[in-house]
């Protein structure tokens, strides 16, 4: 990547209910809770995508270039999903001692969030870091006053770029946001299942399907 950055793609996977959870739960069963989801969610990246950073409850993802197909997108943030999900499963399973980690296991649920635009890398010491106002506003993106925990969110410069028409092919809810500096912005919603392999969405939401071409 040149210094003057390029176009790419930025995916972050986040879990809802972070916050509560930490608040509540044995400090030691919920750092090894929150640990080995967010090692499910990198183990089950299939995209190439670069992990840049882990953000406490939050794993930052970009990929600089040429866009995968969309349908590749919606298959990783479907991957995304059962694999932190199974992951929930086995930990309930094996994890159940009363604690508040374990009493509120399955409070815990996932959200995506993705964004396409202009990203570039800074350099502090050895460390590196994405920078740039697409880069602020992918991380907006997770604040936003969606009614639901579980969902794939995008940005119609994400939708707009794909080469197939993400209206005619997918459902997708229409939503938007207005953000401080970045003012009105245009977004897609697809809910997803409380639970991986449920058709059951958020209260008031049905789980949106890809349509027939």
């Not at 499910?40 to 930052?60: H, N």
């Amino acid at each position: 990547m040149s210094p003057q950055g390029e176009r790419g793609l930025i995916l972050i996977p986040d879990i809802s209910g972070y916050t509560a959870f930490v608040h509540e739960a044995h400090a030691e069963h919920a750092q090894r809770v929150i640990s080995s989801l967010l090692e499910a969610l990198i183990d089950a990246e299939r995209l190439d995508l670069q992990l840049c950073e882990i953000e406490g409850d939050a794993l930052f993802f970009f990929r600089p270039g040429r866009l995968p197909d969309f349908e590749r997108i919606v298959d990783q943030v479907a991957g995304w999903h059962e694999a932190f999900h199974d992951m929930r499963r086995s930990l309930r399973r094996h994890t159940d001692c009363g604690c508040g980690a374990c009493a509120r296991l399955d409070s815990l649920t996932l959200k995506v969030v993705a964004h396409y635009g202009q990203i570039r890398v800074q350099k502090i010491k050895h460390l590196q870091m994405l920078f740039g106002g697409d880069v602020i506003l992918a991380h907006r993106l997770l604040k936003n006053s969606l009614p639901l925990h579980s969902y794939f969110l995008f940005t119609d410069a994400l939708a707009d770029r794909c080469e197939l028409g993400v209206a005619a092919r997918f459902a997708c809810v229409r939503h938007d946001e207005d953000y401080p500096v970045f003012g009105k912005t245009a977004l897609n919603v697809i809910p997803l299942p409380i639970a991986a392999g449920s058709t059951t969405a958020e209260p008031n939401f049905t789980p949106l399907r890809r349509a027939n071409p």
